[in-house]
Each structure stands twice: as C-alpha cells, then as structure tokens.
C-alpha cells in the first residue's frame, strides 16, 4: 500500500498521548479519555499509544476536521461476483483495535470532512463505537467496484449512534464514468453494526449497503436522499436506500426511508426483518424481495407504510425452493404506488401494481395488507383499494405503531393519516 499524507490510526494502544495532561482523564473503570482539537492532535495523541486495557474514548473538541486521503488497495471485492480481487481506492481514516470510542459532542458541532473513498474504515475494531458527529465530504474513486462510503465496516463490531452521515456526493463526471457513487454505510465482511439514532442524508449512492458475511441493526434512522435521484450532476438519492446482497442480515425497524431511486431491497440470499418503517415518494419501488434467479432471500415484511412510489410499492421474486423458510408480507399499508406512467410495462423494475408478485414459492404468506389509492397501467384503480373510511378504520393499528417510532414523526404518510 502506498501512502501519500496518510491519517491512519491503530487505536488498540494507548499511553504517550496524554501529553496535554488537562485531556486526558479517568471515564470510567479501566476506561481513558483524550481530547483533540485537530487531526494532527488526533493522529499524534492516538499512534504514540502505549498498550493499556479497557476502553479509549477519543474526544474531539468542536470543528472542523479535513483527513488527507491515501491512496489504498481493497483486498476483495464487496459486490463481485468473484471477491476474490482487489480494488484501488483512497482511504481517509482507519480505526482498528479493541474498545474504541471516536465521540464529538453532536453532528452539528463536529464534522469529519474525508475527501476520500472509504471515508472511515473500521477494520479489526471490537467493541468499538461512533458517537455524535458528522461524516461528509466523500470522494468517488475512480473504480467502479470500489465500495465508496462515508462509513465502511469489515471485520468489525461498530456501534453508530447520533450521527451524520450526510453529502457524500463526489465529482460529477466520475460518478457519471463510475455510475455507482458514494454510500452513507457499508458492510462488509464480518462486520456486526448497529446503527441507531442517526441521519443519512444526500449521499450519491445507497444509504446503507451489506454484502457478503455483514450483520446490521438498523433502528430510528433517516435514510433520506434528499435529491430523489434527479437526473444530471451527481446527486443524492441514487441507489438502495437500505440494500441487503448477496447472504448479508439485517433487522430493519422504525426508519423514516424516502427520497430514493429504490426503499428497501432484500436480494440473492439475504435475509431481514423489515417492521414498523415508512418508505415513501421513491421513485421506483419501495420494499422488494429478489432472488436475481440464483437466490433464495427471507424476508419478514410486517407493519410498514410504503407511501408514494412511481412504481410498484412491494415487489415479490422468490421462485427458488431451499434457503430459510417463511418469509411474510403481512399488515402493511401500500398507499398512492404506481404513480408513474413510465414503469407501466412490466419489464419495469416490476409489475405496475401495490402488491407485485412476480414469483412466489409456497412458504410465502402474503396477508393482511392495506391498500389505498394506488394507480395501476392505464390509469386504472389499484386491485384491492378499500374506500377512504374503510382504509382509515382498518388503519389504526398500523399507527399505533408507527406513531411510537421518534423516527417517524418527518413523515408525510403519519401526518396525513393521523390528523384525520
């Protein structure tokens, strides 16, 4: 690996960074504590460490923190066919190590501007934790596979909470060259996330992302790409907002997801439980199982509001036996679908309807859902609406639930819906 300004910080160690002895101080049991106030702080309290046990909480004071990215060789291929290759990018900070705590006092006060491709990789990081600040400031690398994100997990126990992840966009022309821009979160090889409180908003690619061997818990969110994927200059709002491939996991609930070419995509071999979000204006569809006819997905697909799509709301492409057993569409509102005419042929991303079941194997319960003003090819009224009072009575116990979600209260769908 070649370096070039590098800021990459092994923070298994601590010791000789207390050199500003009024920053340092005592957390907790077998826990340290050291300010910074610039990156060369940063990278000088951090890689001077001397081994210590117990967790190391970085402080960084209020501002602005520019990294200067290093040119970096991916080692495998997150969404390839084949992994097995390597993939040139740059890479703004590193964290590895055991325990660690990057925290900044909230993400309007403090903001890591990464100018990179891999913004922050946690990589071989345990127990490790990032708390109140913003990640911005993303740079597209130049090749297409990279896995471009503001976060990027491998290996790595990650806890993200109260956090900005916001205007990963990069340069016009290399998203156009590349297609694929930069992602609010990615997971990739063993990684196990946890992703709550936080906001992920006008990035250039999906919002959060798994591949192969990655496990999150994505809970009280914005996923916003703000943009909706507008045609012309890099924009945010291209992509997944919340993409699961290949056999990655994931439990997805009470999210505010809008603004985006896609919602929530369950393919190959993965597996989630999707409850209690809001998915809506996406300009295509909103929750979609897809077995890309190689895979067997699982999904559990309960409680949700999908509002306003240009095509179909939940999409159904499941026609291989084998895999996990048991997946469920049940008790969710499919509202205002199929609002473009330009998806109406059904060779467009999927069949033109609230409900599009394109394959579905017998261990599939499709139940209980709601229907309301959906549009289907011709103008046509969708297939099962109920009338406006029916659809507000048998409403209520989807609200219920949905108005728990502090998430939730951005919504256009509760808005409407709970004021009536």
Known sequence: MRIAKPVIILLCIFGAAAQRPAAAQIAGPRSRVVAVGSVAELTAALTAAASVQGRIIVNLAPGDYHL???????PTCGNCEDPEQPIPATLGLRVSGSKVTLRGAGPDSVRIHTHAGYGLLFEDCLDCRLEGLTVTGGERDTAGMATDAAVVVRRSQLAITNCTLRDNIGDSARVARTVVGIMGLCGREGSRTVLTDCRILRNSWDGVALYRDAW?????????????????????????????????RAQVEGNLIRRYWKGIGIFVDAEARVRENVVEDMLTWGIALWDADKG???????????????????????????????????????VRTGDNPKYDA???????????????TADIEIAGNLRFENREPGDAAGTGDLSASAFREALS????RLARRRALRESAFLREFRSE
């Open 346 to 360: 059904d060779d467009a991303y999927c069949y033109q309807r609230a409900l599009a079941v394109h394959a579905q």
């Open 68 to 74: 200067s990215p290093a040119d970096y060789t991916d």
């Open 397 to 400: 116990p989807l609200l219920m």
């Open 216 to 248: 999150a818990r994505i809970e009280d969110c914005i996923i916003d790409g703000v943009d909706r994927g507008a045609d012309g200059p890099a924009c945010g709002g291209r992509g997944v907002a919340v993409g699961l491939t290949w056999n990655a």
């Open 296 to 334: 067997t997905p699982y999904g559990e697909i309960a409680w949700n509001a999908v509002h306003r799509t240009g095509a179909c709301g939940i999409s159904v492409t499941r026609g291989r036996e084998g895999g996990r057993p048991g997946s469920s569409i049940v008790h969710n509102a499919v």
